[in-house]
DNA sequence: ACCGTAGCACTAACGGTTAGCATTTTGGAG
DNA sequence: CTCCAAAATGCTAACCGTTAGTGCTACGGT
């Protein structure tokens, strides 16, 4: 009972890593498509019963650790500084999210994602849930009161951003254009902090 | 060759709208995953790859005529009034979309699909592709001075619109409240058209 | 009247996924 | 140390959506 102790735990996580790493292995070298599951549970020496017992499906094996994702977006919220603004804090963890999945070493995997419709449709809806999960996070911060569904506005127009942003020609000023864009929208929905003042317009969207 | 006339056309086109009643029928009797796609066909008395030969997936039974949706997207962007401004036709064009699915007679429709987790995937890849047709419309006109980026991200917004409205409590007000940032994020890329002249002292930052 | 082809039927299979049940491994209680 | 309950894994056999292959039939243009 109580908390099971290591080995147990990390035994399991150890069997969940071979078999993602297995996966992407092999679907690295012959393409998604042409490797099936029971060839993926022969290499990792498991069952099949036992790969869905560590992911639910077979695209799942790609987007291994999609968890990270979402922790941190709401990390990126809930984790700010007091009277620290939303949006550039969202900005810079989208960008950081960017650079990391347009990286040269990240790009095999999404090229492979790219070219299977079954990999896409699971990004879209995983995208979905993240979006879903950052706008309860605004939503829950006192600091912002927003209706419920501006928050969803805002959480689903950050998705946006990463996922337009990974495929754009230039990515990093694509999440600085789109940003633009969702300041403006946030601003429209929050009208307590006007942002006139003359100059500094642009100047504390551009940093970096 | 040429244009086959009548009598296959409509023959076909029967036999295909056959089968999405059928489909529709049998699945808001029992249930969407309750019945399998070789019940349809039998009741609709065709074979089952005659079903696939008008419906690429199971869940196409479902969205049968989403290209209207697409059309009329699309429509509002091209066909509207020279110098008539591009959101607001946008926004009534999704203001009576909504209306349309949120009408009580759709709701058993929406009722299944929100529950069966294939048609809300397939649905979200739907929508990524009724995005893009519109994305594609909004960059080419014109009149429309925009970024490819910046197309895209509206046309995404505005999709998103469409979706958070129908699942909000006030769906009317929903789209309005969007749409009124979606105006604000549009304006930010578009600073020729100032829409509170007197209070805009945002200068016109040369972007990009 | 004739022929090419579009539409359709049938069978058999493939691949992801799951239910059911047996077996092993592990952590903790006695 | 021993023994037990639970967790983890394994095996089999299926279900279901989907597709390839093949052939037949009826329609429409010539």
């Not at 017992?53 to 809930?78: C, G, I, M, N, Y």
């Not at 620290?84 to 999945?101: F, M």
């Not at 996070?137 to 998705?159: G, K």
């Not at 990974?166 to 864009?181: K, L, Q, S, T």
């Amino acid at each position: 009972m109580t908390v099971p102790s290591g080995r147990r735990e990390r035994k399991k996580a150890a069997t969940r890593q071979k078999i993602a790493d297995t996966a992407l292995r092999l679907f690295l070298e012959r393409g998604y498509d042409a490797v099936g599951i029971r060839e993926v549970a022969a290499e990792a020496d498991v069952a099949v019963t036992t790969l869905f017992s560590h992911f639910a499906s077979k695209e799942a094996l790609v987007f291994e650790q999609d968890e990270d994702f979402e922790q941190r977006l709401t990390q990126a919220v809930t984790g700010r500084a007091p009277h620290e603004p939303l949006i550039p804090a969202l900005r810079s963890e989208i960008q950081a999210l960017v650079r990391h999945c347009t990286a040269d070493s990240a790009a095999p995997i999404w090229r492979m994602i790219d070219e299977s419709p079954a990999l896409r449709k699971y990004e879209e809806s995983m995208r979905l849930r993240h979006a879903e999960t950052l706008a309860t996070a605004i939503a829950a911060d006192p600091e912002l009161p927003q209706t419920a569904t501006a928050s969803r506005t805002i959480a689903r127009f950050v998705i946006d951003a990463y996922s337009l942003a990974r495929e754009a020609a230039e990515p990093e000023a694509a999440v600085d254009e789109i940003f633009w864009m969702i300041e403006a929208a946030w601003e429209a929905t929050c009208p307590s902090r006007p942002r006139i003042p003359s100059s500094d317009t642009r100047e504390q969207v551009t940093r970096r």
